[in-house]
């Protein structure tokens, strides 16, 4: 069932060995590819390599067309798990690739995904005391710019915009990576005396770093993203402040992801280059890789100290003010899909899903049309009026049977199915995404208002902390605990996360990633109990490291090394 | 009282003759800056010339400080409407320049009014059948360059990436000056028959124009918008939906931004270039000059042609799709400003004011301070909870006087002051932001929360519709009906907006615009009742245009005539 020849494309345009495809053939494939199938334009354009594709006649696509269902085929996650989440992403219609080599066109399901994540995390920094506000993307490269010895270390992330109004410009642009360096140039501006501080800003935009191993959402060359920034009179505020963000995002993480994310502190080797400090939330995915999901960074004094800014204390003082950046991206929608989703698609915990509730109505003969779907239409009312997130999908072209694996690929939580028999008994069908088959389905629900609405809340609500109870034991399952650098190799090799005492050296942290690929995610705030003595070493050691394999993350570092000293 | 040093540094950064400065200049005079005044930070560091700026001593810095309010200055609107307009930007903290040519950073009080249409156009988008997504913003240089001979004309208002991951890139890629050609480009994959439309979506996103003259939210290098897109079976459709569009902007200009536009059709010399039909609105500025404040193009095929977009429709043949794109900017919040300022500063509508209602605590005693602070906190609380915006003013640093002057300068609507006495009569006093001085003030407002919170609400919608025929008298005393040229030319040397009956060529539009300076602005969709006689021409003629001058526009023009033949 595994149709070979789509995986391979998105895979490729993604990877490497396509590291500078021409649009010119891309455009010149669309151009010739015969229509396909409605509802599966993202998997099919996405998938079919151009060699293959113009191949296909037109006669092949009205077949490809007429075999309705079948032609959505999704990888089995036991058997490729990036192939199923690259085959998830086309037919969920979460994204598609950009006609220049890794960027993604974020797909209106997709992108309600990250509004969701938006809609939560604005209102949290609101709360917490951020105003939003905007920074230009172009950032003069003097900004960030290392030591001319550095310089050819350093460019390899960037995009450069060295051409503006038909003219070479005097100084190139880098298009934003992050806007450490824009934001103290301005800060530097705006504070002057402690009355300033402390200063908390958040902006919601796009970045770009020049990624040359993509994935979407993962990793891709432009991404959305939020990046708090602040900046404070004391070191104490500037960490309180850091501790609290990655709380907010954790609260995030467990309480609206349904994704169980170990919190904590990343070792020296793992810090952002500009932190003295770097708190991470790390997730567990469908493969057992850790996904980094959100970061906030104690910056210190390292960037108020390159660009000079500084402000008088109450004592009459100058001094340079203390720092925290932290952000959320559109690498979080990736995580989602990668926890939760199994065999059939995408599984969406109901407080994130574009839509948390599906209805299908469903009729043979022609004069049970019109009860059914009058029916459908007033309890789709009540459910919208209730507040609650509802698609009715009454469309005459495909079959139920057809509809109930659409939305179960596309991960909708619930499914409300409404028949003729129904209709008379005044009650529904209820399906549960998170639930196989039979047992997840329950028949003769009332289609009273009050009774219908509480009993869909409470089923969501049900299933909300379900699937962060199953993404709990996945990932308790799968950490081992380890008491030798053997334990910890053999924990690595069986793909499962490692966890023991460490006190060791950058030196034998550097090693471990090198033997074994894992790399120290982060001691975590939560410590088992007891003495620990470091798996590598013997010696008494404070915290307990976490070492896993991780999915690639973004590669950009400043080097702030010259301008600190 | 105008500070003659201040105005012409950001006049300057944002005009052709300081096409390039250097970046490195700029830092070292904001490192050199001592320490001005808190709050006024963005008048400080925006507004003095390095040369005069490095001449600054420090006891003269704080002999600003202490100045207190008289350090506020804003050029009256009447002297000079643009440097009015450059200083209530900067004193109100609305935006400051960033540190590339051309770029605005928007600080938090002037990004709130964005999100306030944001929040409202949003809304309004989703509930007229359009999602949200996201597209990139590099653009491979193929799809937006015209024929080789045309490229030196179109180039000037692009910002090109030349280099991507340290090396040079085999294809120049367009920074995002506005998507129809990458949404074609996608839009070919995701349509295939008349099932997938219409295709109806919208992007918020920035964008970039490398315009040689720009002005701070007017005309930016880079400025954040949205961009509407769709796609439909019929022209018909399409036409609607286009009208649609210009409708949602004139509701939320007249009902939300209490700016009366005029609704019309675009001339065929200021269509858009890649459109049939261009619909906008246009406002007039406080100097009377018109700001195109949001457009919506009926793209017709042109696009669908270029991209090959086509669908099958219910008969079976192949079809190309008719377009629409739409746009509203942050220029808009330059429109809000020039609109409704005054000489104190800017004036806001209710409805899009990021602080509604500000309240001042007024104390002498130590022993009044509790009780005043108290009453104002609870104020607060019970205007918050009625889910107004709401600022309590409580800090000790500045007298209530330099409070009224700074909260009217931002142009608050409503401000409560308390005082001892006022506590004692549990009453309340309310300035209107809109009438100045005892007039706008009324005293002994009972502090009971449904009397207190019914009163304010009432009175934010009594300047809400204030300021909109406020603006609709302006408008329409600044509107001359014209029957001849010698009527338009002496109307638009007045400095007014002409209206006359319009059935003359290109060539003679192109003559008014050079002989005077004026622009048809559009063909009012509220034409005046009567027969008509070309005011050029004497033919009988179907429609009264708007000739106006205007604030100046971005000017990216498509050029697809070749692509499109």
Redesign the interface.
């Known amino acids: 069932m595994v149709s070979s020849l789509r995986l391979p494309t998105l895979t490729s345009l993604f990877s490497p060995s396509f590291t500078?495809r021409?649009?010119?053939s891309l455009?010149r494939s669309?151009?010739l590819?015969p229509?396909?199938?409605?509802g599966f334009?993202?998997q099919s354009?996405a998938s079919s390599p151009p060699e293959i594709e113009n191949q296909v006649d037109s006669k092949k696509s009205s077949r490809v067309q007429d075999r309705g269902n079948t032609d959505r085929v999704i990888t089995p996650l036991s058997q490729d798990f990036n192939a199923w989440y690259l085959d998830v992403i086309a037919n969920a219609e979460l994204a598609?690739y950009?006609?220049?080599r890794g960027?993604?066109?974020?797909?209106?399901y997709?992108?309600?995904i990250?509004?969701a994540i938006q809609d939560y995390l604005n209102v949290k920094f609101k709360e917490t005391g951020h105003?939003?506000?905007?920074?230009?993307?172009?950032?003069?490269y003097?900004?960030i710019e290392k030591e001319a010895s550095h310089v050819?270390g350093f460019?390899?992330?960037?995009?450069?915009?060295?051409?503006?109004?038909?003219k070479e410009?005097?100084?190139?642009?880098v298009?934003r990576p992050t806007s450490e360096t824009?934001v103290n140039?301005?800060f530097?501006?705006?504070?002057?005396?402690y009355?300033?501080l402390p200063l908390m800003?958040n902006q919601w935009?796009?970045v770009?770093r020049?990624e040359?191993r993509t994935k979407p959402f993962v990793r891709t060359?432009?991404f959305?993203w939020q990046e708090g920034h602040t900046a404070h009179a004391t070191p104490e505020e500037a960490e309180k402040e850091a501790l609290q963000m990655i709380d907010v995002y954790t609260k995030f993480a467990y309480e609206q992801a349904a994704i169980p994310v170990i919190a904590g502190r990343k070792s020296k080797v793992e810090t952002f280059a500009g932190a003295n400090k770097t708190y991470t939330i790390e997730a567990m995915m469908g493969d057992r890789k850790a996904l980094q999901a959100g970061t906030s960074h104690n910056l210190g004094q390292n960037f108020s100290r390159a660009f000079?800014t500084q402000?008088?204390d109450e004592s009459g003082q100058r001094q340079h003010v203390w720092q925290t950046s932290w952000a959320v991206s559109t690498r979080f929608v990736g995580g989602i899909i990668m926890t939760h989703g199994d065999d059939t698609g995408l599984m969406l915990p109901p407080r994130i899903a574009p839509i948390q509730v599906v209805i299908v109505p469903i009729w043979k003969k022609v004069d049970e049309r019109t009860g059914v779907l009058d029916a459908a239409t007033s309890v789709a009312e009540t459910l919208k009026t209730a507040g609650l997130k509802v698609k009715l999908d009454d469309t005459d072209?495909r079959t139920p049977g057809w509809k109930f694996n659409f939305w179960e690929m596309k991960g909708v939580p619930l499914r409300i199915e409404i028949g003729p028999r129904d209709v008379s008994s005044g009650s529904v069908v209820i399906s549960r995404r998170d639930i196989p088959g039979k047992q997840g389905k329950v028949f003769g629900i009332s289609m009273e208002p009050s009774v219908l609405e509480a009993y869909v809340k409470v089923r969501l609500d049900e299933i909300q902390s379900s699937l962060l109870q199953r993404a709990i034991s996945f990932r308790d399952s799968n950490i081992v605990d380890v008491s030798s650098y053997e334990e910890l190799k053999e924990a690595i090799s069986l793909g499962k996360w490692a966890r023991g005492p460490w006190s060791a050296s950058d030196a034998d942290e550097l090693r471990v990633k090198e033997e074994t690929g894992a790399t120290i995610r982060c001691f975590p705030f939560e410590q088992p109990q007891g003495t620990k003595t470091c798996l590598m070493t013997g010696k008494h050691s404070l915290f307990s490291a976490l070492p896993a394999t991780s999915v690639p993350q973004e590669t950009f570092r400043y080097d702030l090394r010259e301008k600190c000293s």
């Open positions: 500078r021409s649009t010119v455009r669309f151009h590819r229509p396909l199938a409605a334009s993202a354009a598609d950009g006609p220049v960027t993604m066109v974020i797909r209106p997709g992108y309600a990250w509004e105003s939003n506000m905007y920074f230009p993307q172009f950032i003069p003097s900004f050819e460019s390899p992330e960037l995009a450069l915009v060295t051409v503006g109004g038909g410009l005097e100084e190139k642009l298009v824009i140039h301005m530097t501006q705006w504070i002057h005396s009355r300033d800003i935009a796009n770009t020049w040359m060359l432009e959305l000079g402000f008088t072209q």
